[in-house]
């Protein structure tokens, strides 16, 4: 995997074209918590070769389009602008992919909570300890943030 | 729009029908194995008596008004079957707010088929169901 | 079908205790699980001791991603997969199934 400043992104992945790579498999984002990675996957269809290319973005989540170079990179660049909050710099296709309105937070970030494990009742809180006796923790599911959780210590009947 | 190919079910004898399979996402890749295992095959102008819409893979709220066209497009009497967890009721995707909570949300759903994804043997039963109701 | 076949999963109500991790393990919130405490006392025993008495225990196989971690992660094997061909049903609710029947899905010993 070849690992550019994100500067260096549309230069890379136009090099990759001139190599012979005729193919964007795909773009991927990935949420560290600290920096959003990019990653691209570009295939040479004359021998089956293939090249990621990596790049980090840190505060700053703007990265330049490539559509010029690999004009499939259209629907991943959307996903990233969607998913991952990612500003893509350069002549794009804005047409959101998958989400209707512009409401809450880009979803594919894990910072992002998602209302319906917030409103779903979770089955694991219920307890046969509600009677106290056992005086077990109270557990909160993956993915809620503690300052999430409603709980009003009762059912959720 | 896509018409609805005609298939044979050799595990039920007597079915003949017409599927219009809108293949959203991997679940899809079971209606080939069932082809592939001659579950169901695929036959020339077999006389169906009804038209059956097979959902199968996750519908996102995007999606969504598609369905509901090739099913308003499909011709009475049509019949709609609901494949894999993901048409059934969001599935694995369950909490995505971009994903539909269940297809039968937007059409009447006649027979759900469980699995994650179904085999293929289950699409059979899942017809099979059509035709004892 | 294959005997490795992902299929359905079956309960021995008997081995579970109502320890909560399978449904708390499970990615799609699929199980529920309903228990009450009581209290056994036994001869020559000092202390009365709590156990756990399951009421109710339901998969809901319209949401099941049949990933099997429910059936991994039981300490006391009572979950275990069924050979069961898949069931189909003509309501969502339908695919929802309880003691009763997970327990017919729970192969028998030595199968």
Sequence with gaps: ????????????????????????DMIAGVDRSEWIEVIASVMRTSDAACELV????????????????YAGA??????????????????????PLLRRTDEGAPILLKSTVLGARVLTPWPGDADASDDAKANRRR?????????????????HE | ??????????????????????????????????????????????PSEAAVLLVSGTVTDAMAPAVLAAWNALPEPRRAVSFGACAN????????????????????????????????????????????? | ???????????????????????????????????????????GARRPKVVHVLDEFTIDFGACMYCGICVDVCPF???????????????????VHGIDQLVKWFPASGS
């Design chain 1, 1 to 24: 995997m070849k690992q550019v400043p994100v500067e260096a992104w549309a230069a890379e992945l136009a090099a990759c074209r001139d190599a012979g790579y005729d193919v964007l």
């Design chain 1, 54 to 69: 990596a790049t980090r973005l840190d505060s700053d989540h703007v990265i330049a389009s490539i559509t010029d170079v």
């Design chain 1, 74 to 95: 259209s629907w991943y660049e959307r996903e990233l602008a969607e998913m991952f909050g990612v500003r893509i710099a350069g002549a794009h296709d804005e047409r």
């Design chain 1, 139 to 155: 557990q909160r599911a993956v993915g809620v943030a503690e300052d999430w959780l409603v709980s009003d210590g009762g059912s």
């Design chain 2, 1 to 46: 729009m896509t018409s609805a190919r005609h298939y044979s079910v050799p595990g039920v004898p007597g079915l003949a029908v017409g599927v219009l399979d809108l293949g959203l996402a991997c679940c899809s890749m079971e209606i080939g194995a069932a082809i592939t295992a001659g579950l169901l095959v695929p036959a020339d102008n077999t």
């Design chain 2, 89 to 133: 009721t969001g599935g694995p995707y369950w909490d995505a707010p971009t994903v539909l909570k269940g297809i039968d949300q937007v059409i009447p759903i006649e027979v759900y088929v469980p699995g994650c994804p179904p085999r293929p043997e289950a699409l059979i039963a899942g017809l099979a169901e059509l035709v004892i109701r």
């Design chain 3, 1 to 43: 079908m294959p005997s490795n076949a992902h299929s359905l999963i079956g309960l021995n109500p008997d081995a579970c205790t109502s320890c909560m991790i399978c449904v708390r393990e499970c990615p799609v919130w699929c199980i529920d699980l309903a228990s009450h405490t009581h209290e056994v006392t036994e001869e």
């Design chain 3, 77 to 95: 094997d009572a979950l275990a997969w069924s050979n069961e061909t898949d069931q189909s049903a003509h309501s969502a609710s339908g695919l």
